[in-house]
């Protein structure tokens, strides 16, 4: 039978994960590696931090066993452990939006007012899909993208989105989606479709809940690579 001393070093090994992802950059980290392996130069990018407090960051949650690492030529890229940990992400997401009254005010203040924007659901966006009723394009990074994407996506990051509307089509829905509820690329993308007269939508949540989900993906950059407008 187990000791006190014994117990409590369990329950503070169990906390010792917990507390890995108790700081905003480490969390948002975990949010960006859902979407696919990579290397630290482009997460310090992504989180806003330098070279070396983003490698610290890392090194927390490599110790928590939470993110492993790769040596591709002369980079290290980073990725998460194992989809558990995109799943306890998607767990404390989603507790947090369920009883915390105070992460709808931040919420609210990040992504601005969505009033306006069209949303479309999973199911729908598959029947639209096989009837041919719409256009989906990917407005993540493309290393993301490429990391794993909805199948028979387009690749069109939102910076790039002004240059290709042109080759788009205007005949048929488009369908934005990015990397979550908190993501504000396909908000952005809309608002540029509509704008340019065509019907533009977003898809509620973003690509991992849609793997969680079971529905189909694709991965590598292959035709879509380019998306339209960067052939």
């Given at each position: ?88 992400w998607a767990a404390i997401e989603d ?20 009033e306006g924007l069209e949303e479309i ?110 052939r």
């Amino acid at each position: 039978m187990g000791d006190r001393q014994a117990k409590d070093a369990l329950y503070d090994g169990f906390a010792g994960v917990a507390k890995a992802l108790a700081n905003g950059r480490r969390a948002e980290l975990v949010d960006v590696l859902g979407q696919g392996p990579r290397h630290v130069e482009e997460l310090a990018a992504e989180i806003g931090q330098s070279v070396a407090n983003t490698s610290f960051h890392l090194r927390t949650l490599a110790a928590a066993g939470l993110v492993t690492t790769e040596r591709v030529g002369a980079r290290v890229y980073y990725r998460l452990a194992s989809e558990r940990v995109a799943e306890l992400w998607a767990a404390i997401e989603d507790v947090a939006r369920a009883h915390s009254s105070r992460l709808g005010e931040l919420a609210r203040a990040y992504v601005g007012d969505r009033e306006g924007l069209e949303e479309i659901g999973r199911k729908e966006l598959v029947e639209r899909l096989f009837r041919g009723e719409v256009l989906v394009i990917d407005v993540r990074p493309r290393a993301e993208y490429e990391a794993g994407h909805i199948e028979g996506a387009l690749s069109v990051p939102v910076a790039e989105l002004p240059g290709a509307l042109d080759s788009l089509p205007d005949d048929v829905g488009i369908v934005a989606y990015c990397r979550g509820p908190y993501c504000v690329f396909a908000d952005e993308a809309v608002r540029m479709l509509t704008a340019s007269g065509r019907a533009g939508f977003r898809l509620e949540d973003g690509f991992p809940e849609w793997r969680r989900r079971g529905y189909p993906v694709a991965v590598g950059g292959g035709e879509n690579r380019s998306g339209p407008g960067h052939r």
